[in-house]
Structures are given as structure tokens and as C-alpha cells.
């Protein structure tokens, strides 16, 4: 193929249009100042919610998310690199870049992901009692049911375990003022896991069933049956609660999990029947085994 002067016109004329066409999210000045404020602080948690803000900026001019592979390199790139100064450095640069089109849109996309992964690495390293002071400056500064959650979370991590009794229980009042059934659902689920291990953890098994009891009725009463979760129903209190002796409520626990479809709860996987399935889970209880419990995370 011989390449003509019109042939290569009209490749740069292509290559122009594609950054002609290239969206104009808002000027970005002022929230890459309050990441590099976040990251000076150490408060990751803030910087990685900061930059997922401008990944929504550039999704709502019509820039695409990576996905599959692209995402997946992306993500590991940052995770493994903890100069995240240098990382916004970079995705700052690069959006100046392309904002005189001189770099692709979808490359920003990239360095913003990037620098996010990096501040989800960074702030799962720093200690609990910093990760619960952080969320609790963030929850009084702006109360809302996000940060509350956080807040949850973060005393639990602590060990601040009548905070998160007193936040868990604020949350409970307040979660069906603010999510649909459905979601509220799976977030009580955590939330009774969560209340049932500190009271097992008290030496409270009768509290520890009735939680577990509770988290399976977040599910029953609030989703329809043979809805797909979100997320799988957590699996940490029934493991304890069986090993403690407790068969027969952990038992009614698996069969209402076995009600909804989740992930990791298949029936069957490539490799043959799913250990991890709620049906296959009650099969080995019957048959006096331990199951092989999955989902053993609080959140």
C-alpha cells in the first residue's frame, strides 16, 4: 500500500479530530490543591475520594472508565507505588496536557487511577487509631450517612468497640432514610455481623445468635427473594458462631443466604460444585463438617 498525501491528510486530520472532540471538565485546580492538602496530611481516605470526584468528572463529559485488563494494570501500578505526591503530580500535569489537546482525555483517566489506587494502598498501611480519628474529623465536619459508615468501620478497626456500638446503632436508625430496601439490606447484614462478633467476642453468645438471626432477617424482610446481591451475606459470624457449637442457628442463617444469588455463591464454578455455595454449606452441617465458609470480612 503506498501512503499519498491525501491518504496521510486525511490520518491527521482523524488523529485532530479525535482531540477537537475532546470533552471540558471543570477546572480542576482547586480540588488537586485539596489532594495535595489530603496527602500532606496523610489523610488518603480524602485524597482517593478527592480524585475519584475527578474521575466522575471526566465520566460525565463523556470519557470512558477503563475496564477489564487496562483497569486491572492500572490499579496494580498504583498499588504497588507509594509516591503519591509524585503520582497527582503526574495526573495534574497530564490534564493540563490535555486540556491544550495535547494528550488524549482517556490518558488523564489513567494517572487519576493510578494515583487512587496508590491512596487506597496508602491508607490501609496507616494505623487504626489514626484511620478512626481521620473518619471521625471527617464525620463531625460533615455529618452525613457515608462518612457515618466510615466512622463504624473505622472504631471497629480501632478497637473503639462502644463507639461502634453507639455509631452501628445510629446507623440502624437512620439507613431507610437514606438507601432503598434493597441496599439498606446488605448494609444491616454487615452491620449485625459486626455487633454479633464484639458480643461473641464479649463472651455473649446468646447476643452473638440473636445477631446472627438479625442479619438474616436484614436480608429476608428488606430483598426479595431470588434477587441478586450486590454482595455476598458475610460468612464471620456463622464460621465463629459453628465453631463455638451454635449449628443450628448458623444452619437457618445459610438457608436464608441460599434464598438470593451473590457473588461467589454459585452453585457451580468452572471447576466443578461451589464449596461456598449456601446449599453446599448446609449439605456439610448436616453431614456434621465444618463448611468451607467464605465472605469472612466485616465490610
Given at each position: 500500500?503506498?501512503?499519498?498525501?491525501?491518504?496521510?491528510?486525511?490520518?491527521?486530520?482523524?488523529?485532530?479530530?479525535?482531540?477537537?472532540?475532546?470533552?471540558?471538565?471543570?477546572?480542576?485546580?482547586?480540588?488537586?490543591?485539596?489532594?495535595?492538602?489530603?496527602?500532606?496530611?496523610?489523610?488518603?481516605?480524602?485524597?482517593?475520594?478527592?480524585?475519584?470526584?475527578?474521575?466522575?468528572?471526566?465520566?460525565?463529559?463523556?470519557?470512558?472508565?477503563?475496564?477489564?485488563?487496562?483497569?486491572?494494570?492500572?490499579?496494580?501500578?498504583?498499588?504497588?507505588?507509594?509516591?503519591?505526591?509524585?503520582l497527582v503530580r503526574q495526573a495534574r500535569l497530564t490534564w493540563s496536557q490535555a486540556a491544550r489537546n495535547e494528550q488524549p482525555w482517556a490518558q488523564v483517566m489513567v494517572r487519576l487511577l493510578v494515583a487512587f489506587s496508590s491512596a487506597v494502598a496508602l491508607d490501609s498501611q496507616l494505623p487504626p487509631t489514626v484511620r478512626y480519628e481521620q473518619a471521625r474529623t471527617r464525620y463531625e465536619a460533615a455529618p452525613s450517612s457515608?462518612?457515618?459508615?466510615?466512622?463504624?468501620?473505622?472504631?471497629?478497626?480501632?478497637?473503639?468497640?462502644?463507639?461502634?456500638?453507639?455509631?452501628?446503632?445510629?446507623?440502624?436508625?437512620?439507613?431507610?432514610?437514606?438507601?432503598?430496601?434493597?441496599?439498606?439490606?446488605?448494609?444491616?447484614?454487615?452491620?449485625?455481623?459486626?455487633?454479633?462478633?464484639?458480643?461473641?467476642?464479649?463472651?455473649?453468645?446468646?447476643?452473638?445468635?440473636?445477631?446472627?438471626?438479625?442479619?438474616?432477617?436484614?436480608?429476608?424482610?428488606?430483598?426479595?427473594?431470588?434477587?441478586?446481591?450486590?454482595?455476598?451475606?458475610?460468612?464471620?459470624?456463622?464460621?465463629?458462631?459453628?465453631?463455638?457449637?451454635?449449628?443450628?442457628?448458623?444452619?437457618?442463617?445459610?438457608?436464608?443466604?441460599?434464598?438470593?444469588?451473590?457473588?461467589?455463591?454459585?452453585?457451580?464454578?468452572?471447576?466443578?460444585?461451589?464449596?461456598?455455595?449456601?446449599?453446599?454449606?448446609?449439605?456439610?452441617?448436616?453431614?456434621?463438617?465444618?463448611?468451607?465458609?467464605?465472605?469472612?470480612?466485616?465490610?
Amino acid at each position: 500500500m503506498t501512503l499519498t498525501s491525501t491518504s496521510v491528510a486525511v490520518g491527521m486530520l482523524i488523529v485532530a479530530a479525535c482531540f477537537a472532540a475532546a470533552p471540558t471538565p471543570r477546572d480542576p485546580s482547586a480540588v488537586f490543591a485539596a489532594i495535595e492538602r489530603s496527602v500532606a496530611a496523610q489523610d488518603y481516605y480524602n485524597a482517593n475520594d478527592l480524585l475519584g470526584s475527578l474521575m466522575n468528572d471526566l465520566l460525565a463529559v463523556g470519557v470512558s472508565a477503563l475496564t477489564g485488563q487496562a483497569h486491572g494494570r492500572a490499579v496494580d501500578l498504583g498499588r504497588k507505588n507509594s509516591d503519591l505526591v509524585g503520582l497527582v503530580r503526574q495526573a495534574r500535569l497530564t490534564w493540563s496536557q490535555a486540556a491544550r489537546n495535547e494528550q488524549p482525555w482517556a490518558q488523564v483517566m489513567v494517572r487519576l487511577l493510578v494515583a487512587f489506587s496508590s491512596a487506597v494502598a496508602l491508607d490501609s498501611q496507616l494505623p487504626p487509631t489514626v484511620r478512626y480519628e481521620q473518619a471521625r474529623t471527617r464525620y463531625e465536619a460533615a455529618p452525613s450517612s457515608i462518612p457515618l459508615h466510615q466512622l463504624t468501620l473505622r472504631a471497629f478497626e480501632a478497637g473503639e468497640y462502644a463507639a461502634t456500638l453507639k455509631y452501628v446503632k445510629q446507623e440502624r436508625a437512620e439507613i431507610f432514610q437514606v438507601y432503598p430496601p434493597e441496599v439498606a439490606g446488605s448494609i444491616l447484614n454487615g452491620l449485625e455481623t459486626m455487633t454479633g462478633i464484639l458480643k461473641l467476642d464479649a463472651g455473649d453468645v446468646a447476643g452473638a445468635v440473636q445477631a446472627l438471626t438479625d442479619s438474616a432477617s436484614a436480608l429476608q424482610i428488606n430483598i426479595a427473594p431470588g434477587s441478586r446481591l450486590l454482595e455476598a451475606p458475610r460468612m464471620l459470624l456463622a464460621k465463629r458462631l459453628f465453631q463455638a457449637g451454635q449449628s443450628a442457628p448458623v444452619l437457618t442463617y445459610l438457608e436464608v443466604c441460599a434464598q438470593f444469588k451473590y457473588p461467589g455463591g454459585e452453585e457451580y464454578t468452572d471447576e466443578g460444585r461451589n464449596p461456598h455455595a449456601p446449599s453446599q454449606m448446609i449439605s456439610a452441617i448436616r453431614a456434621g463438617v465444618e463448611p468451607q465458609f467464605s465472605g469472612l470480612d466485616i465490610y
